[in-house]
């Protein structure tokens, strides 16, 4: 019996109880890969020795019986260390030298009983809502025509793919929540302090960023959040005892966006779904600020300058795009310095303002799926101004420090997943889940997609269309 398919906690508990040995459970997941990387490539790096050799050895822990994540496949993100594989950070301006050690992120995720099978593909320094660069074009399992979203796209692929059950990702203005919206997963931002910032840095991005799951359920991202967390206090998560006070907003941010009918009606539908189940939800718009992308921009280019100076790139081996950001951000760290208290009344505005709400839903994406490739020369002008109208709802989270997560919610009528997100005030994350996992309760997703081949997930199509069809009840035609 395959393993393949099943959720972390599954796996992990059919370890402990001894229904499957850890070096079954890799085998299965390498057997996943090796049929579909090559149409993904979702990896940078695979290591299927090395993972069954590791998996071996935890088959003979001693405390083998009590690891929350005994024996799980799962991938880590190429910007995050792996000792043995280089960072390459998606870019061919990182050396391919191995690293020495695992940070602290994976020491957290191997000491719970996970195994590495490999480092997943992003856009160059994370910077984009899609996974091409010049070491490869990551596409998305649903339709490899499409982007799995960016910047861990590599890590949603392969998790939709049903290589691995989870992924970690990390996210600097959408990139665990973009991709698990392209790729029909649920993935969670934390706030600030929850998990620590990879390769032991204060901060990432001037506190943009931070380190978090990508699942195919609400309970498998809960229970790897807590592991990256080092915390037991997310993992036993159930839906709201009472009821919440919910705001739906589906206009952008950003002026002159415009959001996809059926990414707008699957957002409605799943409101509808929860206010039926007794929340209160409010049609209101949250306070933002005209200066709101601004904002983002700023610390965004100054990030990635920061970073690429810190790492000591070669500005000629990076992508003619990535070069004129860290020149403009260089003017912007050395003229126009990030302020410190930069956000402080917009944040006053939302802070007041969520008063009167618990959660704020919004869409995740504009745009139910944007192109797998096509992007690498493209200016970046020209490439942010599409992000923007593609993937304007997240940033928002980050440059707040709020809690924001994606869920899935519907599929368009060609097939393509829509997610919709999910932001509470600082500290909810907790919050978050436990309402996801009600919405996963009254409206359940498919995990994986149909490239998969996971038996019994994905319904024969309905009404002669070709293509696979919305199944979530209450789905809206």
């Not at 409010?282 to 904002?295: D, F, G, I, K, R």
């Not at 997703?445 to 081949?453: C, E, K, L, S």
């Amino acid at each position: 019996m395959s393993t393949v398919g099943r959720t972390a906690i599954e796996i992990a508990e059919m370890v402990r109880t001894g229904q499957v040995r850890a070096t079954e459970v890799v085998a299965d997941h390498l057997r996943q890969i090796q049929m579909l990387e090559p149409s993904i490539h979702a990896m940078l790096a695979q290591r299927p020795e090395k993972a069954l050799a590791e998996a071996a050895e935890l088959e003979h822990r001693e405390d083998l019986a009590s690891l929350p994540l005994a024996g799980v496949p799962v991938t880590i993100k190429d910007s995050v260390d792996v000792a043995g594989e280089p960072t390459r950070m998606g870019s061919l301006a990182m050396p391919d030298t191995p690293r020495e050690a695992d940070d602290e992120l994976v020491r957290r995720l191997r000491q719970a009983g996970c195994i590495v099978v490999g480092k997943t593909n992003q856009p160059e320094l994370a910077i984009w809502h899609f996974t091409e660069s010049n070491l490869g074009t990551t596409r998305n399992p649903w339709n490899p025509d499409r982007s799995p979203g960016g910047s861990t796209g590599g890590g949603a692929a392969g998790v939709a793919a049903a290589m691995t059950p989870v992924a970690q990702g990390s996210d600097g203005g959408g990139s665990i929540r973009l991709p698990s919206a392209f790729c029909g997963l649920f993935g969670i931002k934390p706030g600030p302090d929850v998990v620590p910032v990879a390769g032991g840095a204060q901060e990432h991005w001037f506190g943009l960023s931070q380190w978090g799951p990508l699942a195919t359920t609400v309970a498998d991202a809960a229970l790897m959040l807590d592991v990256l967390a080092g915390t037991k206090k997310y993992r036993d998560v159930q839906p709201p005892a009472g009821r919440l006070r919910l705001a739906l907003s589906v206009n952008p941010p950003a002026a002159g966006v415009r959001v996809n009918r059926e990414v707008r009606l699957a957002v409605e539908a799943a409101a509808d779904a929860l206010r039926e189940a007794g929340h209160t939800v409010t049609v209101v718009n949250p306070p933002y600020s005209p200066a709101y992308v601004l904002h983002f921009v700023h610390r965004w280019l100054a990030g990635i300058a920061l970073e690429a100076d810190e790492l000591g790139l070669d500005l000629a081996k990076l992508e003619p795009r990535t070069q004129r950001m860290v020149r403009i951000g260089r003017y912007l760290n050395r003229y126009r310095p990030v302020p410190r208290d930069g956000m402080g009344k917009i944040y006053e505005r939302f802070e007041a303002w969520f008063e009167d709400f618990d959660v704020l839903l919004t869409p995740t994406t504009a745009q139910p799926s944007v192109p797998a490739s096509g992007w690498l020369g493209k200016s970046y002008v020209a490439t942010m101004l599409k992000g923007t109208n593609q993937v304007p709802f997240t940033p928002g989270a980050n440059m707040l420090n709020l809690p924001a997560a994606s869920i899935p919610v519907g599929l368009t009528a060609d097939g393509f997943p829509i997610g919709m997100q999910m932001i509470s005030p600082r500290g909810g994350e907790a919050l978050i889940l436990s309402l996801a996992r009600q919405l996963e309760e009254l409206r359940p997703w498919p995990r994986h997609a149909p490239m998969a081949g996971i038996e019994g997930e994905h319904p024969a199509p309905v009404d002669g269309d070709a293509g696979v069809r919305r199944w979530f009840a209450g789905s809206r035609p």
